[in-house]
């Protein structure tokens, strides 16, 4: 199917049913009900999954295959979100054209950098990528205000001079963006029982946009190309001594992975179009290389699952507050019910970073593969017990 055999066919079908059935299975509480909280299928935390999901994959094109560890991929997160603001502003308020031109903006920027980064390797090459990043990030706040806005950054006015579209609405508001006249945050909620799904257009187009995203990696991973980059992360210098070039290579992962942070940066801008430098920050790099390991660097499916696994913690379980923690234990006594918030009380909340990095520490010391590693582990133990459960009552003798 697409070119694919059938492990990867499976792989892409289910990551199709995930993302395509994601406001089913995000919402499997009541609405009403105290678990409500866990629910995260609202279309901007599902759009988050989805895009950051691209961001990993893209970043996983490089440090998955090639080894080169980069501290600097939210610049072309960065470039790529200007970009599609720009493109609102003076063009049309179509998607299409904004993501376009974020993907062909952040390719550009990365050959840039990556021509000069790639000089180097090993820690050399992340140091400089972190410079460039943090170079466009401070360039964005002050020399280059008058084309990022600042701190304040880029967003819609009501002065834009929008060629194909109105500056402004009959009512006087600013246009939102659409796919070809559907607005982006056109949604429709179904209620079944005490269950509410909403179904989001712009959620939707990034989900297909991941699905084209995701097939495009196994077909690089799949291919010469990719096992050229494997080549290159398991004896780049062996390789040179045979006379092979391997800086063409690197520089195209460093090129298509940097595309895939722009085509983010310009989903993000068109589903909320505003821009700022905060995308460009190096926290923004760490956060997507802890999605790539924690999901299982090297793996097609793991980058996606580190994305969604970090965004759930960023936006559900940081919500956990006091109150949250009281309702849970008030069948306690008070004193012990007191006792036990004031225990729980620094892993939520504000501090899910400390639980975040626990389970980051426990993932990368018990499944050095991340998260894929962990579910293979449970598949083989799930297997083994069944081959042996066949095995002993196939031993066993009918009773007489």
């Known amino acids: 199917m697409f070119g694919l055999d059938k492990k990867d066919t499976r792989m892409l079908l289910v990551v199709a049913i995930l993302t395509l059935c994601a406001p089913f299975i995000l919402n499997p509480f009541p609405t009403d009900s105290a678990m409500a909280q866990f629910n995260a299928g609202y279309p901007d935390l599902m759009q988050r999954f989805v895009i950051f999901g691209i961001f990993a994959i893209g970043f996983n094109i490089l440090f998955g295959l090639t080894g080169y560890l980069s501290f600097g991929h939210a610049a072309f997160l960065g470039v790529g979100s200007y970009s599609a603001v720009w493109m609102f502003k003076l063009l049309s308020m179509n998607v299409v054209p904004a993501i376009l031109l974020a993907v062909v903006i952040s390719g550009l920027f990365a050959l840039l950098i990556g021509f000069v980064s790639l000089r180097r390797s090993g820690i050399y090459f992340s140091i400089l990528t972190l410079a460039f990043a943090q170079m466009s990030f401070n360039l964005a706040y002050s020399v280059l205000t008058p084309i990022t806005n600042g701190e304040t950054g880029l967003q819609l006015t009501l002065d834009d001079p929008r060629v194909l579209g109105v500056s402004a609405t009959a009512d006087g508001s600013i246009p939102v963006t659409s796919l070809f006249g559907l607005e982006m945050r056109s949604t429709f909620e179904m209620v079944v029982g005490p269950w509410a799904f909403q179904f989001n257009a712009g959620y939707y187009l990034c989900a297909l946009v991941l699905l084209a995203a995701f097939y495009l990696s196994i077909r690089i991973f799949r291919s010469p190309f990719g096992m050229m980059l494997r080549a290159v992360k398991s004896n780049q210098q062996r390789m040179n001594y045979t006379g092979l070039n391997t800086k063409p290579y690197t520089l195209a992962a ?147």
Not at 261 to 267: K, P, V
Not at 284 to 310: K, Y
Not at 339 to 353: L, N, R
Not at 359 to 379: K, T
């Open 254 to 400: 460093f090129v298509i992975s940097g595309m895939y942070a722009g085509l983010a940066g310009g989903l993000m801008a068109s589903m909320d179009p505003l821009a700022g430098a905060e995308r460009m920050q190096w926290t923004a790099s760490g956060e997507v290389v802890l999605m790539t390991i924690l999901g299982g660097a090297g793996t097609l499916i793991g980058p996606v699952l580190g994305a969604g696994f970090i965004k759930y913690f960023e936006n559900i379980f940081s919500k956990i507050n006091d109150t949250v923690l009281h309702n849970w234990f008030n069948f306690m006594p008070d004193g012990l019910e007191d006792f036990v918030v004031f225990i729980v009380h620094p892993f939520i909340g504000k501090g899910w970073h400390l639980t975040l990095g626990i389970l980051f520490m426990l993932v990368v010391v018990f499944l050095p593969g991340g998260l894929v590693e962990g579910g293979q582990r449970i598949a083989k133990w799930v297997k083994g017990r069944k081959d042996k459960d066949d095995s002993s009552s196939a031993t066993k003798t009918p009773a007489e």
